[in-house]
């Protein structure tokens, strides 16, 4: 088991940067797949980023490439997303996710992931 705390939300104004940490628990973070994703109001969640468990591979949406950056330190057990250029459309709640079946195969698909955090709020005003 696994369990997982996102930080780091906040209000921000469109073009400024945020970044992101997600802490786990426990000995097997270093074994995961690790993955971001954001829920906006009245919209499906949606896949925003994903790192293998190295940190050898990563995968963005489409709607963040180039402006956000998904990174890991497994001595510390924290996953990070620096999110540069903000745009009011990237409002939401952002939560870290863990695919504890992979290491290297990274997924976009929410229902590959098996432990989730509790989400951080990231508000961007225009």
């Known amino acids: 088991q696994v369990q997982l705390v996102e930080s780091g939300g906040g209000l921000v104004q469109a073009g400024g940067s945020l970044r992101l940490s997600c802490t786990a628990s426990?000995?097997?973070?270093?074994?995961?797949?690790m993955g971001w994703f954001r829920r906006a109001p009245g919209k499906e969640r949606e896949f925003v980023a994903a790192i293998s468990w190295n940190g050898g591979s990563t995968y963005y949406g489409d709607s963040v490439k180039g402006r956000f950056t998904i990174s890991r330190d497994n001595a510390k057990n924290t996953l990070y997303l620096q999110m540069n250029s903000l745009k009011p459309e990237d409002t939401a709640v952002y939560y870290c996710?863990?695919?504890?079946?992979?290491?290297?195969?990274?997924?976009?698909?929410?229902?590959?992931?098996?432990?989730w955090g509790q989400g951080t709020q990231v508000t961007v005003s225009s």
């Open positions: 996710a863990a695919d504890r079946n992979n290491m290297v195969r990274l997924t976009t698909a929410n229902r590959e992931y098996d432990y």
């Open positions: 426990g000995r097997t973070f270093s074994r995961y797949v």
